[in-house]
C-alpha cells in the first residue's frame, strides 16, 4: 500500500495550493479519504474527509469555506484544494485511507510540507 502527497510548499498568506495524494496498492474506490495536519508542537488533527464514492464530505470548522476535498476513482487520486491560507494552516500534511466513514484511518501518506509566511 501506498499513499504519496505532493503539492505542498512555501506560500504568502491569502494564496493557495492544491495537495494530491495518489494511492495504489488497495481498492482506493472503496475507502473513504483523509486529510490531516500537524503543525509543529500539536497533535494531528482532522482537516477534511470524503466519502468513498465521493459524495459525502465533511470538513473541520477551521478549514470551511476556504479548503475543498474532492476524488478522482479513476486515478485512485484525493485532493486538497486550499484557498486563502494563513500562517495558522502551517503543517505536514498527510492523506489518509479509511475503510469507512467512521473510523480512522488504516493508511497514512508520509506527508506534504505546507508553509504560509511572508
Known sequence: VQLVESGGGLVQPGGSLRLSCAASGFTFSTYAMNWYRQAPGKARELVAKINSGGILRDYRDFVKGRFTISRDNAKNTVYLQMNS???????????GASRN?????DYWGQGSQVTVSS
Open 85 to 95: 491560507l494563513t500562517p495558522e494552516d502551517t503543517a505536514v500534511y498527510y492523506c
Open 101 to 105: 466513514w467512521w473510523v480512522e484511518p
